[in-house]
């Protein structure tokens, strides 16, 4: 909707979609989004299961703000 009546693609915020959603819900709402989308996802893990996205982590460590160059493994 927003994609044909603005013509840009949107800016998604995503609060904590991995929390809150079992892994097949999760999967469905990343490809629902497609990949035109600029996607702000917070949360307390990152989101494995997005095979459709490339993202940039970053982390929140003694109040600045780091970027990480690939998920932690646990």
Same mark, same amino acid.
């Given at each position: $909707?927003?994609?044909? %009546?603005?013509?840009?693609?949107?800016?998604?915020? @995503? #609060?904590?979609?991995?929390? /809150? *959603? #079992?892994?097949? %819900?999760? %999967?469905?709402? $990343?490809?629902?989004?497609?990949?035109?989308?600029?996607?702000? @996802?917070?949360?307390?893990?990152?989101?494995? /299961? #997005? #095979?459709?996205? +490339?993202?940039?982590? $970053?982390?929140? /460590?003694?109040?600045? *703000?780091?970027?990480?160059?690939? @998920?932690?493994? +646990?």
């Amino acid at each position: $909707w927003y994609r044909q %009546r603005g013509g840009t693609p949107p800016a998604i915020l @995503a #609060d904590d979609i991995v929390g /809150e *959603l #079992d892994a097949q %819900r999760r %999967r469905g709402f $990343w490809r629902m989004l497609g990949t035109d989308c600029q996607i702000v @996802a917070t949360g307390t893990a990152f989101p494995v /299961e #997005d #095979d459709f996205h +490339s993202w940039n982590h $970053w982390k929140m /460590e003694q109040g600045k *703000l780091i970027q990480e160059n690939k @998920a932690p493994t +646990s």
